[in-house]
């Protein structure tokens, strides 16, 4: 049987980080990562000449790409599908995270947003929820780890003073696109500040990089260059260039439960080789689950034994709750006048607001709008496919066209929401997920608030709000393992280690006690490097 | 992407197409120009077409079939009345020809297949700019450079 110092479950951006931070301390640590995807080809010119040709995204939900869930089942749809979906509000499984080499990573969007000062003191700001057990001044030096690492391009002055920072972006912002124009007056002039999406795409600095620059493609999903961040594209560059003998991936590799060797001590983990269908063991000096806000706690609970019933760190039953995601609202409009010529320059958004990502709002749901790219759903390639003659073109470009604003609204966890295992196996041959989750009884009225404010900046755009749909999806899950000071309130601590025993932690959105209203890609990777940090300390 | 020639001696030779195709294909693609009154350098987009085309015969090799199969479609049509006519039909389903069921469904195939998929690669190689912008989905805008200017079309006038 194998032995490792350091065993990590998820190859995504949290276990790209901490193995660099792990092993820039000690190159001969000996590092097992297991994933149970298989590699996703990335940087590939053919794939993405297939996408530009046909405009079939690669990596669409609907690509049929193994890395995703199937939908649920639908008898009335013929869906033999995966999955549970049990409670009165689906949250679609399919397209929102990425079982696969990189994680999630391989297919997110990039923005890269800090978590407010406020966002850490949820209980004590509103009665709700928990704090977290460190805040922004204690995690803003990982913070500036964390978009130095994802390569972000922002603007360092726009969140200054509340938002303070020690070090600048790495790259600076991409400056707003002409289509931000008609949003950015309507904003302004309705007093809501407005500020550059912090992205992760890799700009030009004097520091040298073997990482190629954004290229301003529009083609982000699969970016021909790998200039978004994806992990697998970081780890690989990282075992190619560095000396790391004890460093490995191993693909293909579904864990299937936790071993303990005693109540405060985990052992190892036991997983399948899904190309061979052997069951192998391998031990470690610590785990680190790092599969994502589903796997992760599916994990801790199928992980029983006469010393933990319930599944590892579940005697409270917090494993699975308090289950949470983005409810992202895509508000519809029609631009009713298109004298700028508007049309889809980039595939990524340069303007944004956190006007009413506020503490006015917290109790409330905090929200940002993101003016979309693109926002103004212009194609001169379905009109010409359709046969229309230059001139029919040209008299449509001054519109009207559709146009749309995108929100994301924070929730809080309720015990009630819960994901768990099914005993049948997804076509990865992972444990299906039971995903209880129902939307808290007031968001119907929050989602119809924010969209009078969406109105009222379509309006002074020219335009009218027409309708608008939420969608549930689970990209930003999170909460099924929140860390708690006290056992009883949650499932880990403060240094991510799970309550009760010594060497297992888990590291992922699930340790988040609540979202805010921004992604969460920046702060699960700061608390990677965190988590770093503390391990190489305490060795 | 652009060295078309960058080819380790022992590597398998890179999918071609017989000459009189790849031609056919290309003039199809430079039809793209007149038909919608492009005004870009068609001559500039040449050597990315030919890998255009390795690289979709690279990833379906039965692409050939398509390429092959259009080009005998346009001759077939163009010797019935001539060759503007033929793209006439291609492009924007003018049809002077009175086709049969079974080559009004070859059309769609080949349309579908090819020259769909040409005019997105020309609106990529930068045709876009016809109708005013500077970048568009698809086409290398380029890096965004400090203290230069984007490469794209900005806002005027929010705050910076």
Same mark, same amino acid.
């Given at each position: 049987m194998? /032995?490792?110092?350091?065993?990590? #479950?998820?190859?995504?951006v949290?276990?790209?980080? %901490?193995s660099?931070?792990l092993?820039?301390?000690?190159?001969?640590?000996?590092?097992?990562?297991?994933?149970?995807?298989?590699?996703?080809?990335?940087?590939?010119?053919?794939?993405?000449? +297939?996408?530009?040709?046909?405009?079939?995204?690669?990596?669409?939900? @609907?690509?049929?790409?193994?890395?995703y869930?199937?939908?649920?089942?639908?008898?009335?749809n013929?869906?033999w599908?995966?999955?549970?979906?049990?409670?009165q509000?689906?949250?679609?499984?399919?397209?929102?995270?990425a079982?696969?080499?990189?994680g999630?990573?391989v297919?997110?969007?990039?923005?890269? %947003?800090?978590?407010?000062p406020e966002?850490?003191?949820?209980?004590?700001n509103?009665?709700?929820g928990?704090?977290? %057990?460190? @805040?922004?001044d204690?995690?803003?030096?990982?913070?500036?780890?964390?978009?130095?690492?994802?390569?972000?391009?922002?603007?360092?002055?726009d969140?200054?003073?509340?938002?303070?920072?020690?070090?600048?972006?790495p790259?600076?912002?991409f400056?707003?696109?002409?289509?931000?124009?008609?949003?950015g007056?309507?904003?302004q002039?309705?007093?809501?500040?407005?500020?550059?999406?912090?992205?992760?795409?890799?700009?030009?600095?004097?520091?040298?990089?073997?990482?190629?620059q954004?290229?301003?493609?529009?083609?982000?999903?699969?970016?021909?260059?790998?200039?978004?961040?994806?992990?697998? +594209?970081?780890?690989?560059d990282f075992?190619?260039?560095?000396?790391?003998?004890?460093?490995?991936?191993?693909?293909?590799a579904?864990v299937?439960e936790?071993?303990?060797?005693?109540?405060?001590?985990?052992a190892?983990v036991t997983?399948?080789?899904?190309?061979?269908?052997?069951i192998?063991?391998?031990?470690?000096?610590?785990? #680190?689950?790092?599969a994502?806000?589903?796997?992760?706690? /599916?994990?801790?609970?199928?992980?029983?034994?006469?010393?933990?019933?319930?599944?590892?760190?579940n005697?409270?039953?917090?494993?699975?709750?308090?289950l949470?995601?983005?409810?992202?609202?895509?508000?519809?409009?029609?631009?009713?006048?298109?004298?700028?010529? %508007?049309?889809?320059?980039?595939?990524?958004?340069?303007?944004?607001?956190?006007?009413?990502?506020?503490?006015?709002e917290?109790?409330k749901?905090?929200?940002?709008?993101?003016?979309?790219?693109?926002?103004?759903?212009?194609?001169?390639?379905?009109?010409?496919?359709?046969?229309?003659?230059? /001139?029919e073109?040209?008299?449509?470009?001054?519109?009207?066209?559709?146009?749309?604003?995108?929100s994301?609204?924070?929730i809080?966890?309720?015990?009630?929401?819960? #994901?768990?295992?099914?005993?049948?196996?997804?076509?990865?041959?992972?444990?299906?997920?039971?995903?209880?989750?129902?939307?808290?009884?007031?968001? @119907?009225?929050?989602?119809?608030?924010?969209? @009078?404010?969406?109105?009222?900046?379509?309006?002074?755009?020219g335009? /009218?709000?027409?309708?608008?749909?939420?969608?549930?999806?689970?990209?930003h899950?999170?909460?099924?393992?929140?860390?708690?000071?006290d056992?009883?309130?949650?499932?880990?601590?403060?240094?991510?280690?799970?309550?009760?025993?010594?060497n297992?932690?888990?590291?992922?959105?699930?340790?988040?006690?609540?979202?805010?209203?921004i992604?969460?890609?920046?702060?699960?990777t700061?608390i990677a490097?965190?988590?770093g940090?503390?391990?190489?300390?305490?060795? | 992407?652009?060295?078309a020639?960058?080819?380790?001696?022992?590597?398998?030779?890179?999918p071609?197409?017989?000459?009189?195709?790849? !031609?056919a294909?290309w003039?199809?693609?430079?039809?793209i120009g007149?038909?919608w009154?492009?005004?870009?350098?068609?001559?500039?987009?040449?050597?990315?077409?030919?890998?255009?085309?390795?690289?979709?015969?690279?990833?379906?090799?039965?692409?050939?079939?398509?390429?092959?199969?259009?080009?005998?479609?346009?001759?077939d049509?163009?010797?019935? *009345?001539?060759? *503007?006519?033929?793209?006439?039909?291609?492009?924007?389903?003018?049809?002077?020809?009175?086709?049969?069921?079974?080559?009004?469904?070859?059309?769609?195939?080949?349309? *579908?297949?090819?020259?769909?998929?040409?005019?997105?690669?020309?609106?990529?190689?930068?045709?876009?700019?016809?109708w005013?912008?500077?970048?568009?989905?698809?086409?290398?805008?380029?890096a965004?450079? !400090?203290?230069?200017?984007?490469?794209?079309?900005?806002?005027?006038?929010? *705050?910076?």
């Amino acid at each position: 049987m194998k /032995k490792v110092e350091t065993l990590i #479950i998820g190859s995504g951006v949290v276990a790209a980080a %901490l193995s660099k931070r792990l092993l820039e301390k000690n190159p001969n640590m000996s590092i097992l990562i297991l994933e149970a995807g298989s590699r996703w080809k990335t940087k590939d010119f053919g794939v993405w000449t +297939d996408w530009v040709a046909t405009g079939n995204d690669p990596i669409a939900p @609907n690509s049929g790409n193994p890395m995703y869930d199937h939908a649920y089942p639908d008898r009335n749809n013929y869906i033999w599908g995966e999955n549970a979906s049990v409670g009165q509000t689906q949250m679609p499984l399919e397209g929102g995270r990425a079982m696969v080499y990189g994680g999630s990573t391989v297919v997110w969007g990039g923005w890269s %947003l800090r978590r407010k000062p406020e966002d850490f003191y949820l209980y004590t700001n509103t009665g709700q929820g928990l704090d977290w %057990l460190f @805040n922004y001044d204690e995690l803003e030096p990982y913070y500036c780890q964390s978009e130095d690492y994802l390569a972000v391009s922002g603007d360092s002055k726009d969140e200054l003073p509340v938002m303070w920072r020690s070090q600048p972006y790495p790259f600076h912002a991409f400056p707003y696109q002409l289509q931000d124009q008609p949003v950015g007056e309507a904003l302004q002039s309705l007093g809501y500040n407005y500020m550059h999406m912090p992205i992760a795409r890799r700009g030009v600095s004097n520091i040298p990089s073997r990482h190629a620059q954004c290229q301003t493609t529009g083609t982000c999903d699969y970016c021909p260059f790998g200039a978004r961040f994806a992990a697998c +594209d970081y780890m690989d560059d990282f075992r190619q260039w560095n000396d790391l003998p004890n460093f490995d991936v191993r693909l293909g590799a579904v864990v299937l439960e936790l071993r303990m060797s005693s109540k405060r001590r985990v052992a190892g983990v036991t997983y399948r080789d899904t190309a061979s269908g052997e069951i192998v063991e391998v031990d470690a000096d610590r785990v #680190i689950v790092a599969a994502g806000t589903l796997e992760s706690p /599916k994990l801790l609970l199928r992980s029983k034994s006469r010393y933990w019933q319930n599944g590892v760190g579940n005697d409270t039953d917090n494993v699975g709750r308090y289950l949470i995601t983005h409810p992202y609202v895509l508000y519809s409009g029609e631009l009713a006048k298109n004298p700028l010529r %508007l049309q889809p320059e980039m595939d990524f958004p340069t303007l944004m607001t956190r006007y009413f990502d506020s503490p006015e709002e917290q109790a409330k749901g905090k929200y940002v709008l993101v003016n979309i790219s693109p926002s103004v759903e212009l194609s001169y390639s379905s009109m010409m496919q359709a046969g229309w003659t230059r /001139k029919e073109i040209d008299k449509a470009i001054p519109g009207p066209w559709p146009f749309q604003i995108h929100s994301m609204i924070e929730i809080f966890g309720e015990h009630k929401n819960h #994901i768990s295992n099914l005993e049948r196996l997804s076509h990865l041959g992972m444990h299906q997920s039971r995903v209880d989750f129902t939307a808290p009884s007031t968001y @119907n009225d929050r989602v119809a608030e924010v969209g @009078n404010v969406v109105a009222s900046v379509m309006e002074k755009m020219g335009g /009218k709000m027409t309708s608008y749909m939420t969608s549930w999806r689970c990209d930003h899950a999170a909460s099924t393992c929140r860390m708690s000071k006290d056992p009883k309130d949650g499932v880990v601590d403060g240094d991510l280690r799970v309550h009760g025993v010594d060497n297992l932690y888990v590291c992922s959105n699930a340790v988040f006690p609540n979202l805010g209203a921004i992604n969460p890609t920046v702060t699960v990777t700061a608390i990677a490097f965190r988590l770093g940090d503390h391990l190489n300390s305490a060795a | 992407m652009y060295e078309a020639k960058i080819q380790h001696p022992l590597s398998p030779p890179l999918p071609t197409l017989p000459e009189k195709i790849e !031609k056919a294909m290309w003039d199809l693609f430079v039809a793209i120009g007149p038909a919608w009154e492009l005004d870009d350098d068609v001559e500039s987009y040449r050597l990315r077409f030919h890998v255009f085309l390795q690289n979709r015969l690279a990833i379906y090799p039965f692409y050939a079939a398509y390429y092959e199969a259009m080009a005998n479609f346009i001759a077939d049509l163009a010797s019935q *009345k001539n060759l *503007k006519a033929a793209y006439d039909l291609i492009f924007f389903g003018n049809n002077p020809y009175d086709l049969e069921y079974s080559q009004e469904l070859l059309l769609s195939v080949l349309q *579908k297949h090819v020259s769909f998929e040409f005019i997105n690669f020309r609106l990529a190689c930068g045709s876009f700019r016809v109708w005013g912008a500077i970048n568009y989905i698809d086409y290398f805008g380029g890096a965004n450079l !400090k203290d230069e200017p984007a490469p794209y079309r900005t806002a005027k006038g929010l *705050k910076p």
